[in-house]
């Protein structure tokens, strides 16, 4: 079977809350940064993205937020709904390869 | 309104028995891209294809193939299964390579080895 998965660090809120998933990158040359939220069973979902001329992006309750200096990523989801739960990963890319370097992913569990 | 088709979404076989998972796509996009992914990791490139030209990564094992007949199906051939190849594959799709490209995930197909 399956070799045994690590453990995703978990952000639990309650339903109605903002919720912000927080993610490092690691390479100072991206410049297109991509947050996927991937429910149990599924694929991932494109939710927004962010190119590195830009700090901020905002979509339908979500908000993207891009730190350069730091080399860190946001998602802010407002008024979080139970069909928010699931794992979000953020992804970097750059140069010529699109090869997609994912972050290691965090589990939202939104409690009704 | 379905973008990228990944058949079966689940699939069992037997150690060491060949098995062929499929994608198709009708974003008409030149790029097409395997990915596993093991429970609770993020997902990791096998391989991909820019129109015919194949691309593999340089830590994918040779018991991995793909095909690509056409620019809406790609396969991914998995000649001897072992146990450690039991994972959910996922297939994506991009317009073109290159960074700034958006990469669209299909729902991915679950292997479990026996």
């Known amino acids: 079977g399956e070799s045994v998965g690590l453990h995703l660090p978990t952000l639990s809120v309650q339903e109605g809350d903002n919720s912000i998933i927080n993610c490092a990158y690691s390479?100072?040359?991206?410049?297109?940064f991509i947050w996927y939220k991937q429910e149990s069973g599924k694929g991932p979902q494109f939710i927004i993205d962010i190119r590195s001329n830009m700090d901020k992006r905002q979509g339908q309750r979500v908000t993207v937020l891009l730190n350069k200096t730091v080399k860190h990523l946001s998602l802010q989801i407002a008024a979080t709904q139970p069909g928010d739960s699931a794992v979000y990963f953020c992804a970097e890319t750059g140069g010529a390869t699109n090869k997609l370097i994912f972050g290691t992913g965090t589990l939202l569990a939104v409690q009704p | 309104d379905a973008m990228v088709i990944q058949n079966p979404r689940y699939q069992v076989t037997q150690f060491g028995k060949p098995v062929t998972l499929s994608c198709s796509q009708t974003?008409?996009?030149?790029?097409m891209y395997w990915y596993q992914q093991k429970s609770s990791q993020a997902p990791k490139l096998l391989f991909h294809?820019?129109?015919?030209?194949?691309?593999n990564e340089a830590d994918t094992p040779d018991n991995f193939q793909s095909r690509r007949p056409n620019t809406s199906f790609c396969f991914l051939d998995i000649r001897s299964p072992g146990l450690g190849d039991a994972a959910m594959y996922l297939c994506a799709t991009s317009r073109l390579p290159g960074g700034q490209e958006t990469q669209y995930f299909g729902p991915g197909t679950r292997l479990l080895v026996l």
């Open positions: 974003l008409n996009h030149n790029v």
């Open positions: 390479n100072s040359a991206s410049d297109y």
């Open positions: 294809y820019y129109d015919k030209d194949f691309n």
